[in-house]
Every structure is written in structure tokens, then in C-alpha cells.
């Protein structure tokens, strides 16, 4: 075989070992849909009614010269503040993965603008329900 044969064999065969079950189920949100990732736009509305679960995916895409994506603190989220991320995840493309892969609350911003023009976003990730039995 050759030597990147066998590279690739051995990432497809990571991937496969290292995704748990749940992940099948996974989603992949597009935040604000067809708005994307932009100023005025009313992300509290675009959160509501949705259920994050571990394992899915927040894609966020933007204007990569004029935003980022970046985790604070519930505090820092309430002020606007991004001196201080928790992460960043932001790669420079303005196509940014946000795996939700902890229960508990993401506090997301845009840290350029500090949420400019509203330009925050806070999801709560839950245990995926449990599969229907089967018959
Ligand atoms: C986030 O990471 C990107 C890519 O490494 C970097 O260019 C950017 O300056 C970082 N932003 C902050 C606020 O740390
Ligand atoms: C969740 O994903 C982040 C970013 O990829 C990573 O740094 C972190 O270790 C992951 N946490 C768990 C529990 O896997």
C-alpha cells in the first residue's frame, strides 16, 4: 500500500473509532440560516424553539474581515465583553465550527464589535433523548 493509503486508512479508521454512537444523529445548525453570521440579526429569535444536543454542530460563516467567533463567560456575555474568551474559535476562513460537545451553556460573540449590533449568541446543549425502542 502506499504510504498515504495508508494515512488515510488510518484517520477514516480513527474518525470511525473516535465518534460515539449519538454523533449519527447529530446536526449541523447553520446559525442564522440564510443571515448567517451579521449584524442585526436576532439571534435570541433564531435560538427559540431549537434543541442543542451534544454532539451537534454550530457552523457559523461571515465576512471574515469583519467578525469572529469567540466563548466568554456568562458575565462577559451579559456586557459584551471580549477581552478575556474562553475560547476562540475563530480560523481565519470565516467558516467556523462550533462543536457542541459539553451539556452545559455556550456563551458565543462576535469580537470584533463586542456583539455588534447584536451579535451574540447563547445556546444550553442537552443529553440527546434517549432512541426510540425498538419494535
Ligand atoms: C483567534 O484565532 C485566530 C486564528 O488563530 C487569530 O487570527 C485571531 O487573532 C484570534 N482572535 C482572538 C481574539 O484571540
Ligand atoms: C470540545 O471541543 C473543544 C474544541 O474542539 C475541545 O477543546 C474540548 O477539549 C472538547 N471537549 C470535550 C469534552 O471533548
Known amino acids: 500500500m502506499a504510504r498515504s493509503t495508508v494515512v488515510i486508512a488510518a484517520v477514516v479508521l480513527a474518525f470511525l473509532v ?19 453570521w451579521n449584524p442585526n440579526v436576532n439571534y435570541a429569535a433564531w435560538v427559540q424553539g431549537k434543541h442543542f ?16 467567533i469567540l466563548e466568554v463567560s ?4 451579559e456586557r459584551c465583553i471580549s477581552n478575556h474568551p474562553l475560547r476562540n474559535y475563530t480560523r481565519g476562513a470565516g467558516r467556523d465550527i462550533v462543536p457542541l460537545n459539553e451539556t452545559r451553556a455556550y456563551y458565543l ?3 470584533r464589535g ?20 425498538l419494535m
Do not use: I
Open 18 to 36: 473516535a465518534v460515539p454512537v449519538p454523533e449519527v444523529t447529530a446536526k449541523k445548525y447553520l446559525v442564522g440560516d440564510k443571515k448567517f
Open 74 to 77: 456568562k458575565t462577559d456575555y
Open 114 to 133: 463586542g456583539c455588534f449590533h447584536g451579535m451574540k449568541l447563547s445556546v444550553t446543549v442537552e443529553t440527546p433523548p434517549p432512541p426510540p425502542p
Open 53 to 68: 444536543y451534544l454532539g451537534d454542530w454550530l457552523y457559523f460563516v461571515f465576512y471574515r474581515d469583519q467578525h469572529n
Open 109 to 111: 460573540l462576535d469580537g
